[in-house]
């Protein structure tokens, strides 16, 4: 079935550590994204993608990183987690001349 | 930049009631709105866009570009509305990414 698939569902991580947070679509969307997202608050862009090689940053600085090397996976890394980088991060996908994102579960980290 | 607002943090309503969701937004362009809804424990997704002029749940939307709104209507909400809901605009382009506002908890008592 056509998804859009986020693992972890949740994570707990110390400080300093090392972190990839998986996203992967099965709807062969070119578009994806990662937004970051608060309890009860806005979502913010962090990283998108039109496609296969291509990334940009959003509109929300961020210390993250991401690549896409197929087009199905869009994965998350930060090299050194901090408490400040406690939030709940949702993947998304869309066609490319689409605007309608379809979203992931999303994944909720705490760094402590 | 392309900015959406939503004024209203909370909305709380009785069954029954009429609710009215607002979104303004700024933008110069000709903008493509929807709303999108998160339910206790669901994924985001998409409730209606503009260009669909269509009816979902019985909510509707009406873009207003004099008023550069798009408020999210029902004439009658029911218990199972309560949810968050988020109003996001996208640029008319291949190239453009979704912009959301800060999302109103609509909450319908019985």
């Known amino acids: 079935e056509a998804d859009i698939y986020q693992t972890p569902r949740y994570l707990v991580i110390g400080t300093g550590k090392k972190i990839t947070l998986e996203c992967s679509q099965t709807?062969?969307?070119?578009?994806m994204y990662w937004y970051q997202q608060d309890p009860g608050m806005e979502l913010h862009l962090i990283h998108y993608s039109y496609g296969v090689n291509s990334t940009e940053k959003g509109d929300l600085s961020s210390e993250s990183t991401v690549s896409r090397i197929r087009t199905e996976h869009f994965p998350l890394t930060l090299e050194s987690a901090r408490p400040s980088h406690t939030s709940q991060y949702l993947c998304a996908s869309s066609e490319g001349g689409l605007q309608q994102a379809f979203f992931g579960q999303g994944t909720r980290l705490t760094v402590v | 930049a392309q900015r959406v607002t939503q004024p209203e943090k909370l909305l709380s309503v009785f069954k029954g009631a009429p609710v009215e969701l607002k979104c303004n937004y700024s933008?110069?362009?000709?903008?493509?709105l929807f709303w999108y809804v998160q339910y206790s424990r669901q994924r985001l997704q998409l409730l209606l866009r503009?260009?669909s002029r269509e009816s979902i749940k019985g909510f509707t939307a009406d873009l207003n570009k004099g008023e550069t709104s798009f408020h999210l209507k029902k004439p009658f909400a029911q218990e199972e509305d309560s949810a968050m809901y988020y109003c996001a605009l996208s640029m008319n382009s291949g190239y453009s990414t979704l912009t959301f506002g800060k999302g109103t908890m609509l909450l319908v008592s019985p």
């Open positions: 933008y110069s362009g000709s903008p493509e």
């Open positions: 709807m062969g969307h070119d578009k």
């Open positions: 503009h260009i």
